[in-house]
C-alpha cells in the first residue's frame, strides 16, 4: 500500500510543507510501482526517512505524537497472514500516540475478505477506499476499525459500480424507499394481508404479541395469534387490534396433537410466523416438525421454531417462499457449528440460501441477508437492539411486508433497515430501549424512507 500512500503525501504537499514519509522497507525490496512514487514524492521536495537506517523505532514514536495526522499506509486489501514484529508495534504506537488517523483503503493489520484482525490492526478515525467499500469495511471488528469510511471516485463509470452482477451490496435507504408497498386509498384491510403468528408458551407469552405489533406497524392489514390457552389474554387484554386464538394444550406448550387446530386457520393468511416464543420443548419440536410440511403459504421461520429443525433441514425445502432469521446462537444450532464459526459468515450464509433456496437473515450487529442470488449487508442499527423481543418485532416487519406481497428477500431487506433506523432515533449511549418503543416510532420510520429523495443525506 506504500505507493498509494506516496501519492497522499505527494498531493499533501500542496497544503503543508510539513508532511513526513517513513518508510517500513528497504528501498531494494520496494515494488516498482512503489519506487516511481517514491521518486516523484521526492521530486516535489518531498522529505522521506527508511526505518533503521534514517530513522530508529523510538524516534519514530516521537514523530507520531507530535503530528496532527497519521496516514496509514502500511498494508492494503492484499494483507495475507499475521501482523507481527517491528510493524505490529508501530501499529500499536499509532493506537496509543496518534492524533488522528487516516487508514487508505482499509485500516493496516484487517482482513478485506473478513473484517477481522491480523494480529494487531490500526484504529482509524477515517478510511478512505477507493470504487467500493469492502466487506472488511463492514464486518466487525474491521467495521468499527475504519472509524468513517470514505468511498472516493477513481474515475470508474457509474455503471460499473450499479452492475446487477455486483452480488454483495450495502443497503441503503435508496433501496428501501423503493420497497415499501403504496397504500392505494380505496383499499382495505383484506388489501395489505393477514399474518398468522404461530407461537408462545407458558414461559415466552409475550414473543407472539411483539411479533404481531410488528406486523401491524408495517402495515399489514390483520394479525391473528394462535397460542397456547390461556395465554391468548396476553394479547387480547391490552391489544384489542390483535386477534388471539387459544389453542388448547396439555402444559401450556405446543404438541403433536395441537397440529390439527392450528391447520384450521392456516387458509386465513397470507404469511405465516412460526416459532417466537414456542420453547425448546421436545413435544413442541414434534409440532414443528409435523407441522411445516402443511404450511403452504409463505413462511418466516424464527427463533425456537428453527432451533426444532436442527437437523431436519430439509424441511426448508418448501414449494412457498421462506425466510429463517436466526440469531448466530440459532445458527450455530442449525448447521452444527461453533457461535465463532457463523458469527459473520456470510459465505456460509449464502450456502445456505442456495441449498435451501431460501432467504437467510443472519441477525448481528451488521446483519446479513442472503437469498440463493445476491447477499446484502445492513448497517443500521445500535446496541439498543441488543434486549429480549426485538427480534420478534423484525420477525413481524418481515411478515407483514410479504403479507403485503413484497418477495422474501425485499421483505427482509426492507424489515431489517427499518428496525435498526428505528433503533437509532435513540441514543447509542442509553441503555433502556425496549421492543414496545421501537414499536411506537415504526411508522414515523416508515414515512421518513418512503420520502427519500436523491438529496436525502
Same mark, same amino acid.
Given at each position: 500500500?506504500?505507493?498509494?500512500?506516496?501519492?497522499?503525501?505527494?498531493?499533501? +504537499?500542496?497544503?503543508?510543507?510539513?508532511?513526513?514519509?517513513?518508510?517500513?522497507?528497504?528501498?531494494?525490496?520496494?515494488?516498482?510501482?512503489?519506487?516511481?512514487?517514491?521518486?516523484?514524492?521526492?521530486?516535489?521536495?518531498?522529505?522521506?526517512?527508511?526505518?533503521?537506517?534514517?530513522?530508529?523505532?523510538?524516534?519514530?514514536? @516521537?514523530?507520531?505524537?507530535?503530528?496532527? =495526522?497519521?496516514?496509514?499506509?502500511?498494508?492494503?486489501?492484499?494483507?495475507?497472514?499475521?501482523?507481527?514484529?517491528?510493524?505490529?508495534?508501530?501499529?500499536?504506537?499509532?493506537?496509543?500516540?496518534?492524533?488522528?488517523?487516516?487508514?487508505?483503503? $482499509?485500516?493496516?493489520?484487517?482482513?478485506?475478505?473478513?473484517?477481522?484482525?491480523?494480529?494487531?490492526?490500526?484504529?482509524?478515525?477515517?478510511?478512505?477506499?477507493?470504487?467500493?467499500?469492502? $466487506?472488511?469495511?463492514?464486518?466487525?471488528?474491521?467495521?468499527?476499525?475504519?472509524?468513517?469510511?470514505? *468511498?472516493?471516485?477513481?474515475?470508474?463509470?457509474?455503471?460499473?459500480?450499479?452492475?446487477?452482477?455486483?452480488?454483495?451490496? $450495502?443497503?441503503?435507504?435508496?433501496?428501501?424507499?423503493?420497497?415499501?408497498?403504496?397504500?392505494?386509498?380505496?383499499?382495505?384491510? !383484506?388489501?395489505?394481508?393477514?399474518?398468522?403468528?404461530?407461537? !408462545?408458551?407458558?414461559?415466552?407469552?409475550?414473543?407472539? %404479541? +411483539?411479533?404481531?405489533?410488528?406486523?401491524?406497524?408495517?402495515?399489514?392489514?390483520?394479525?391473528?395469534?394462535?397460542?397456547?390457552?390461556? &395465554?391468548?389474554?396476553?394479547?387480547?387484554?391490552?391489544?384489542?387490534?390483535?386477534?388471539? %386464538?387459544? =389453542?388448547?394444550?396439555?402444559?401450556?406448550?405446543?404438541?403433536?396433537?395441537?397440529?390439527?387446530?392450528?391447520?384450521?386457520?392456516?387458509?386465513?393468511?397470507?404469511?405465516? %410466523?412460526?416459532?417466537? !416464543?414456542?420453547?425448546?420443548?421436545?413435544?413442541? *419440536?414434534?409440532?414443528?416438525?409435523?407441522?411445516?410440511?402443511?404450511?403452504?403459504?409463505?413462511?418466516?421461520?424464527?427463533?425456537?421454531?428453527?432451533?426444532?429443525?436442527?437437523?431436519?433441514?430439509?424441511?426448508?425445502?418448501?414449494?412457498?417462499?421462506?425466510?429463517?432469521?436466526?440469531?448466530?446462537?440459532?445458527?450455530?444450532?442449525?448447521?452444527?457449528?461453533? *457461535?465463532?464459526?457463523? @458469527?459473520?459468515? &456470510?459465505? +456460509?450464509?449464502?450456502?445456505?440460501?442456495?441449498?435451501?433456496?431460501?432467504?437467510?437473515?443472519?441477525?448481528?450487529?451488521?446483519?446479513?441477508?442472503?437469498?440463493?442470488?445476491?447477499?446484502?449487508?445492513?448497517?443500521?442499527?445500535?446496541?439498543?437492539?441488543? %434486549?429480549?423481543?426485538?427480534?420478534?418485532?423484525?420477525?413481524?416487519?418481515?411478515?407483514?411486508?410479504?403479507?403485503?406481497?413484497?418477495?422474501?428477500?425485499?421483505?427482509?431487506?426492507?424489515?431489517?433497515?427499518?428496525?435498526?433506523?428505528?433503533?437509532?432515533?435513540?441514543?447509542?449511549?442509553?441503555?433502556?430501549?425496549?421492543?414496545?418503543?421501537?414499536?411506537?416510532?415504526?411508522?414515523?420510520?416508515?414515512?421518513?424512507?418512503?420520502?427519500?429523495?436523491?438529496?436525502?443525506?
Amino acid at each position: 500500500n506504500g505507493g498509494d500512500g506516496l501519492v497522499v503525501a505527494r498531493n499533501l +504537499l500542496d497544503y503543508s510543507d510539513d508532511v513526513l514519509v517513513v518508510m517500513l522497507k528497504r528501498e531494494d525490496n520496494l515494488s516498482e510501482n512503489c519506487k516511481a512514487n517514491l521518486e516523484t514524492f521526492k521530486n516535489f521536495g518531498g522529505h522521506v526517512l527508511f526505518l533503521g537506517k534514517d530513522i530508529s523505532l523510538e524516534s519514530l514514536m @516521537k514523530e507520531i505524537r507530535k503530528r496532527d =495526522i497519521v496516514v496509514d499506509s502500511i498494508f492494503g486489501t492484499g494483507l495475507k497472514g499475521e501482523v507481527k514484529g517491528e510493524i505490529s508495534k508501530i501499529i500499536e504506537g499509532i493506537n496509543l500516540f496518534a492524533k488522528y488517523v487516516v487508514s487508505v483503503d $482499509i485500516p493496516s493489520g484487517v482482513d478485506t475478505n473478513t473484517g477481522k484482525i491480523l494480529g494487531s490492526a490500526i484504529k482509524a478515525d477515517l478510511t478512505v477506499t477507493f470504487f467500493l467499500p469492502k $466487506i472488511g469495511h463492514v464486518l466487525f471488528p474491521g467495521r468499527e476499525l475504519a472509524g468513517k469510511l470514505k *468511498v472516493a471516485n477513481i474515475g470508474i463509470p457509474k455503471f460499473f459500480r450499479e452492475d446487477t452482477m455486483i452480488r454483495r451490496r $450495502i443497503i441503503d435507504m435508496k433501496t428501501v424507499s423503493n420497497i415499501i408497498p403504496k397504500r392505494p386509498p380505496d383499499s382495505h384491510k !383484506g388489501t395489505f394481508g393477514t399474518v398468522l403468528i404461530i407461537g !408462545g408458551s407458558k414461559l415466552y407469552s409475550g414473543a407472539p %404479541v +411483539l411479533v404481531a405489533l410488528g406486523a401491524l406497524k408495517v402495515g399489514a392489514g390483520l394479525s391473528i395469534i394462535l397460542t397456547p390457552h390461556p &395465554y391468548n389474554t396476553v394479547a387480547t387484554g391490552n391489544f384489542p387490534e390483535i386477534v388471539s %386464538v387459544p =389453542i388448547e394444550t396439555s402444559d401450556g406448550f405446543f404438541e403433536e396433537k395441537s397440529v390439527k387446530e392450528v391447520m384450521e386457520y392456516l387458509g386465513k393468511a397470507n404469511v405465516v %410466523v412460526l416459532g417466537p !416464543g414456542i420453547s425448546r420443548y421436545s413435544k413442541t *419440536v414434534e409440532f414443528v416438525r409435523k407441522l411445516l410440511p402443511n404450511i403452504d403459504v409463505p413462511l418466516v421461520l424464527d427463533a425456537d421454531g428453527l432451533n426444532a429443525i436442527a437437523g431436519e433441514l430439509e424441511l426448508l425445502k418448501r414449494k412457498q417462499p421462506t425466510v429463517i432469521t436466526p440469531h448466530p446462537g440459532e445458527l450455530a444450532r442449525l448447521v452444527g457449528k461453533s *457461535v465463532s464459526d457463523v @458469527k459473520y459468515n &456470510y459465505v +456460509l450464509v449464502e450456502d445456505l440460501a442456495r441449498r435451501y433456496q431460501c432467504t437467510v437473515v443472519l441477525k448481528s450487529a451488521t446483519t446479513i441477508i442472503a437469498s440463493s442470488d445476491f447477499t446484502y449487508f445492513n448497517l443500521t442499527g445500535n446496541t439498543g437492539l441488543a %434486549v429480549g423481543g426485538s427480534g420478534d418485532v423484525l420477525s413481524g416487519m418481515i411478515g407483514g411486508f410479504m403479507a403485503q406481497g413484497v418477495d422474501t428477500t425485499n421483505a427482509a431487506i426492507a424489515g431489517v433497515y427499518i428496525h435498526g433506523l428505528a433503533s437509532e432515533k435513540f441514543p447509542d449511549d442509553v441503555s433502556g430501549l425496549t421492543p414496545s418503543d421501537l414499536l411506537k416510532i415504526i411508522p414515523s420510520v416508515m414515512k421518513e424512507v418512503r420520502g427519500w429523495t436523491s438529496s436525502s443525506p
